[in-house]
């Protein structure tokens, strides 16, 4: 073990400068993170919804994905159909409840049938604009 108090000054300044040069360096690259980023294949060979080989590019995979949207398409318009007349047959109970009450009086059923009202014409809204 060297005895750091019989060196002489440049012999401590040798030392520190020994360890500096062979200990930090050391210590600095086990914090470090790497700066190139391991690189991944851009096709993993599974789509987002996990159902294996996606290819763009492939004829039958396009017609059935097109197939699949225009299903899509065709529930998500007979729900709007069906949301719709329901949507009438709410707002002429309303309006026969409506005409029934007084002007000064509002039945809860009324207030009710107009909540209804409001959140499946909200429903219908948001299922026209996620078609687009």
């Known amino acids: 073990m060297i005895n750091v108090a019989q060196l002489t000054r440049n012999s401590r300044l040798v030392l520190i400068a020994l360890l500096a040069a062979f200990a930090l360096p050391a210590a600095h690259a086990q914090q470090t993170v790497p700066t190139t980023l391991p690189t991944t294949p851009s096709h993993t060979g599974v789509d987002a919804a996990g159902f294996g080989d996606t290819n763009p590019r492939d004829p039958d995979q396009m017609r059935m994905m097109k197939d699949m949207s225009r299903e899509r398409n065709s529930i998500r318009q007979k729900q709007i159909v069906d949301d719709t007349a329901q949507l009438l047959d709410l ?26 009202i409001e959140k499946l014409a909200k429903a219908v809204k948001e299922k026209m604009r996620d078609g687009q």
Do not use: C, W
């Open 91 to 116: 707002a002429k109970q309303l309006k026969d409840a409506v005409d029934k009450s007084s002007k000064d009086q509002l039945s809860l059923s009324v207030v009710n049938t107009a909540t209804e």
